[in-house]
């Protein structure tokens, strides 16, 4: 399973560093130390906790949560909540900062790209296409 620096993790859920070491500091996200001494974040538990801080800004939920994750780019940097793999196409899930995107693509795709919960990806928007890159 991937892990994530407090740092990595803040980029991915669109705060500064210091937001997300406060929350693990309170225990909303759980870390661990590697053998350097550095906190990381598990991939699965950091998914989870992207979609719950996502939810709570979309109902107005307090907290220190800075400006929403917004780009001008069309590219969306975050992290894989959920992977539905049928047969032959699949759907992705990314929680980026609080926008949740979700997208229609091969099965063979997902395997290639090595897409599960907890993975780094990114999702490009054109037109009503959502293209998705491992980050």
Same mark, same amino acid.
């Given at each position: 399973?991937?892990?994530?620096?407090?740092?990595?993790?803040?980029? %991915? %859920?669109?705060?500064?560093? @210091?937001?997300?070491?406060?929350?693990?500091?309170?225990? +909303? &996200? #759980?870390?661990? +130390? @590697?053998? $350097?001494?550095?906190?990381?974040?598990?991939?699965?538990?950091?998914?989870?906790? $992207? /979609?719950?801080?996502?939810?709570?800004?979309?109902?107005?939920?307090?907290?220190? !949560? *800075? *400006?929403?994750?917004? $780009?001008?780019?069309?590219?969306? #940097?975050?992290?894989?909540?959920? /992977?539905?793999?049928?047969?032959?196409?699949?759907?992705? *899930?990314?929680?980026?900062? #609080?926008?949740? %995107?979700? $997208?229609? %693509?091969?099965? !063979?795709? &997902?395997? !290639?790209?090595?897409? !599960?919960?907890?993975?780094?990806?990114?999702?490009?928007?054109?037109?009503?296409?959502?293209?998705?890159?491992?980050?």
């Amino acid at each position: 399973m991937q892990s994530y620096t407090i740092g990595q993790a803040a980029r %991915l %859920l669109g705060v500064s560093a @210091d937001t997300a070491r406060r929350w693990a500091d309170a225990g +909303r &996200v #759980p870390t661990h +130390r @590697d053998e $350097s001494g550095r906190r990381l974040i598990d991939g699965r538990d950091l998914a989870a906790f $992207s /979609v719950e801080i996502a939810r709570s800004a979309a109902t107005g939920g307090a907290g220190d !949560e *800075e *400006e929403p994750y917004t $780009s001008a780019r069309n590219a969306f #940097p975050g992290i894989v909540t959920a /992977v539905k793999l049928g047969d032959i196409a699949a759907q992705v *899930e990314i929680q980026a900062g #609080p926008h949740r %995107l979700v $997208s229609l %693509l091969t099965r !063979e795709a &997902v395997e !290639e790209l090595g897409l !599960e919960v907890g993975v780094r990806a990114t999702a490009r928007v054109k037109s009503t296409n959502v293209h998705i890159d491992r980050a």
